[in-house]
């Protein structure tokens, strides 16, 4: 899923997370496996954003995923349903979609998911590229 270079009191590790299910974490460091257990996930503060209603997601013939919401006053959100990888990123920045188009390939639980626009509209942020992990939840896209 994705890798990160660690330095802890001055020891280099590089850490490879391979799967996430539930409160399970299995991850490589160094070349060695480990389970780790989340007692608790630790939220980071951000900003207030005024969002969508979060979208109703039902999975369509061929392993597709058709999202319905509500666009936000600060423009639409389009989510990942589910977590896994960006195979690929349809759209650009000043882009204009229309309902329904696909903007993001996600492939998860080894399927592939189209990932459509909600509403039509111009493209105002990209949040992700191709190659990147994604949580269930995660802003991929904002249209506005």
């Not at 979208?55 to 392993?63: C, F, I, K, S």
Request: net charge negative.
């Amino acid at each position: 899923m994705k890798n990160y270079k660690l330095k802890i009191n001055g020891n280099d590790y590089n850490v490879d997370i391979k799967e996430v299910e539930g409160q399970e974490i299995k991850v490589d460091v160094n070349g060695s496996s480990y389970v780790v257990t989340v007692d608790q996930e630790i939220k980071q503060q951000r900003k207030p954003v005024v969002s969508a209603p979060r979208p109703q997601v039902t999975p369509a013939q061929g392993g597709s995923v058709q999202k319905s919401a509500a666009p936000a006053a600060a423009g639409s959100k389009v989510t990942t349903p589910l977590p896994g990888t960006i195979l690929d990123v349809f759209v650009n920045v000043g882009d204009t979609v229309k309902e329904g188009q696909t903007v993001v390939l996600l492939e998860a639980m080894k399927m592939e998911n189209n990932i459509e626009a909600d509403t039509a509209g111009t493209v105002k942020e990209v949040k992700v590229r191709k190659g990147d992990s994604v949580l269930e939840g995660d802003v991929l896209v904002v249209i506005g």
